[in-house]
């Protein structure tokens, strides 16, 4: 996991535990994450091919490996077309590219987890060309892995008025799907991307036979099929800025018009709501009531897009004393950095018009 990952992860433990401390509510907010590159704007149009079969040489190892695995032989090619579908799915959700899916093309890799060589420039310009498509999105990667193992342990069972001990057979069961993705520009004739992408699952069932807790456990095809899908969503966020729902903390409890105005953020009328803050910011002396209706007339202000705002009314929180408030200024000011860095990935498609 990345470390970035790991400290927003903390953020959110001990911000929550923070908030748990008082009343509060929460609402929901629109916010742009943009994309972790690039794409340059000339490409607006994408087509999403699948590369992930192995060829004749590599068939072979890949039907083997799945004998020893129990996978099933061709869940790949099955699971494969979920991924695609994943990346469909969130770019659509963004301005930034139409996509198309190619079907009816035959293209293999060489049947390993890593890389194959990149396509030739010919066979690229080729399919751009024939679908009318600026650049090639093509899932070069696709691996499925399962890891099935067995404990066990005693239960008390009551059987007849008389209490025995059941030994109880427990199976754990992780699946992967690892994704590996190229984006090719034919008229550049360079890789915009290559990323891997990769999502887990661990499943646990009990039974009195090992078979009761197999059978007990989610069907592997269907996880496979989940994780396939994560993995292209994941990916569709990296290569686009993308709307996406985040949660915000607001306070609710320590004066009678916090609770009132919970009603007002609810039905989305957020000038109102503003007003009841401000009213309370202004008229109480308690400096935690104060900082509270500071920190949500924070909140209501990237709410309606105003950050500078909410920024100035964050840090008048963090001035009468609430530590909450800086953790949300933290993610106020990254936001503010993300909502340009969006807009420059937005502008340059307008620009390249």
């Known amino acids: ?95 930034r590219f139409t996509v198309y899916q190619i079907q009816g093309v035959t293209l293999t890799n060489n049947g390993s987890t890593s890389f194959s060589p990149i396509l030739s420039w010919e066979l690229i310009k080729e399919l751009c060309l024939k679908n009318k498509v600026d650049a090639l999105v093509v899932l070069e990667v696709f691996d499925t892995n399962k890891n099935l193992n067995w404990r066990t342990e005693n239960q008390s069972i009551v059987k007849n008025g008389i209490t ?30 290559e990323w891997r992408v990769r999502e887990s699952k661990s499943s646990s069932a009990r039974g009195i036979t090992q078979y009761d807790a197999e059978t007990a456990l989610p069907q592997y095809t269907s996880v496979v099929g989940e994780l396939a899908r994560k993995n292209g969503e994941t990916y569709g966020l990296r290569i686009a800025p993308i709307a996406i729902m985040v949660s915000r903390y607001f306070y609710t409890g320590g004066n009678p018009v916090m609770q009132d105005a919970r009603t007002f953020i609810q039905s989305q009328n957020y000038s109102d709501a503003v007003k009841s803050w401000e009213a309370i910011y202004n008229s109480t002396e308690k400096p935690k009531i104060r900082a509270r209706a500071a920190h949500n007339i924070a909140v209501a202000c990237e709410i309606d897009g105003q950050l500078d705002k909410a920024i100035e009314w964050a840090n008048r929180a963090i001035e009468l004393g609430n530590k909450n408030s800086k953790y949300y200024l933290r993610t106020l000011e990254q936001r503010k950095i993300d909502d340009v860095k969006a807009k420059q990935q937005l502008q340059s498609v307008e620009e390249e018009k």
């Open 1 to 95: 996991m990345k470390k970035s990952s790991l400290l927003l992860m903390g953020t959110i433990v001990i911000v929550s535990f923070l908030y748990s401390c008082v009343a509060t509510s929460s609402t929901m907010v629109s916010v742009i994450k943009p994309a972790d590159i690039n794409v340059p704007g000339h490409i607006k149009r994408l087509g999403i091919v699948d590369r992930s079969h192995p060829d004749k040489s590599g068939k072979a190892i890949n039907i083997i490996e799945g004998m020893f695995s129990g996978e099933s032989i061709y869940q790949d090619k099955y699971s494969a077309n979920e991924a695609m579908g994943g990346v469909i799915f969130e770019l659509s959700k963004t301005e």
């Open 164 to 193: 025995q001990n059941q030994i109880m057979h427990i199976a754990n069961m992780t699946t992967e799907v690892v994704t590996g993705w190229r984006i090719y520009d034919p008229s550049n004739q360079t890789i915009v991307d």
